[in-house]
């Protein structure tokens, strides 16, 4: 995160049980992205994963799902990354309108 661009979009990927188990260590990413100047633009939270041999809200479950590997679904990668580039062209679209209106309203003494 530390060598992108500011107003980046990012999403963060959680394996299955951090929303129980993380506690406030989960919203790290979103701090580091609000200090860098990046967007935070969601989270992936897998709702599959390992199986732990404990209840899954039992801290001891921490170790197995932390370490395990992250699935995906295709279908929201897609909406999250239409919708993100949607937001930019939308937002650079009206920074641009802005730039424009600001230069024609300085009033051009021009005839």
Request: charged content about 25%.
């Amino acid at each position: 995160m530390f060598l992108m661009d500011r107003n980046s979009s990012v999403m963060e990927f959680f394996p299955k049980g951090w929303l129980k188990l993380a506690g406030v260590g989960q919203f790290v990413f979103h701090w580091i992205a609000s200090w860098s100047g990046m967007r935070h633009q969601g989270a992936w939270r897998d709702p599959n994963g390992d199986k732990c041999p404990y209840p899954e809200d039992d801290r001891r479950c921490m170790s197995i799902f932390k370490s395990g590997k992250i699935g995906y679904n295709e279908t929201y990668f897609g909406e999250w990354t239409r919708n993100v580039l949607d937001e930019v062209k939308t937002r650079k679209m009206e920074e641009a309108s802005k730039k424009g209106s600001a230069s024609t309203s300085s009033g051009c003494a021009c005839s």
